[in-house]
């Protein structure tokens, strides 16, 4: 069974600043799709940025982008010029290919200090 | 557009309670899910549906009952409701499976007592 394992429960970062949220994940399939949510207080699921195995550039949105190491089955999400309205929770999640199912990870609480 | 809509937002129940948690979109989307999500766990799927007329069993079915009669709804019962079962609640919706973007209801934030 495919497993997502976020490390950090909490991160802090000044505004501004730059944080990266880890990531690793556990699947003996050589396609899936990864994912990134972020949850603020409203409990609102919200996708920040998706990545496809398959795909070796790393995605990117605006100050959103992601590290997508395949062999080391690691995908960290890095947030530039960190603003207020970035703290959230963040899931990352895995989805295999014709499947329904995400699978979560447990989640990171990140502050942003001002 | 409302995109996914659950009621109600918070819930107390006591023991040995049944309810009816709410999922509607106006997407259009074939697949729905329900999600619970519980500190240090995440989310984790509980039923899903590909279509009106099809659901199927996720991660942690146990103690619940879903239907899709039509492509719009897709509630999510509660036969007798234990306190293991308080957490909050997640219906999602999309159009495809893959890379497809899951959209998620504000959530349902149930306590049982």
């Known amino acids: 069974a495919q497993t997502v394992t976020q490390s950090q429960p909490e991160m802090s970062v000044q505004e501004a600043e730059t944080v990266t949220l880890s990531c690793t994940y556990d699947t003996s399939e050589s396609d899936y799709y990864l994912f990134w949510y972020k949850q603020p207080p409203s409990r609102q699921m919200i996708l920040v940025i998706r990545q496809e195995a398959y795909k070796q550039q790393n995605a990117t949105e605006n100050r959103f982008s992601v590290n997508f190491q395949k062999a080391a089955k690691s995908f960290s999400l890095k947030i530039s010029d960190s603003q207020l309205g970035d703290a959230a929770m963040y899931f990352c999640?895995?989805?295999?290919?014709?499947?329904?199912?995400?699978?979560f990870g447990q989640g990171t609480r990140l502050t942003i200090n001002p | 557009n409302a995109g996914v809509t659950q009621t109600p937002k918070f819930q107390v129940l006591k023991t040995g309670q049944s309810m009816t948690l709410q999922c509607a979109q106006d997407?259009?989307?074939?697949?729905m899910s329900w999600y619970r999500q519980d500190p240090g766990m995440g989310l984790r799927l509980i039923h899903y549906s590909v279509g009106a007329g099809i659901t199927d069993q996720g991660e942690v079915p146990n103690g619940y009952n879903v239907s899709r009669s039509t492509t719009e709804d897709f509630p999510l019962r509660l036969l007798s409701a234990a306190p293991s079962q308080t957490s909050v609640y997640f219906c999602?919706?999309?159009?495809?499976?893959?890379?497809?973007?899951?959209?998620f209801g504000q959530g349902t934030r149930l306590t049982v007592v």
């Open positions: 999640a895995y989805r295999r290919p014709g499947a329904q199912k995400l699978v």
């Open positions: 999602a919706s999309s159009k495809g499976r893959g890379n497809t973007e899951a959209f």
């Open positions: 997407m259009n989307h074939e697949y």
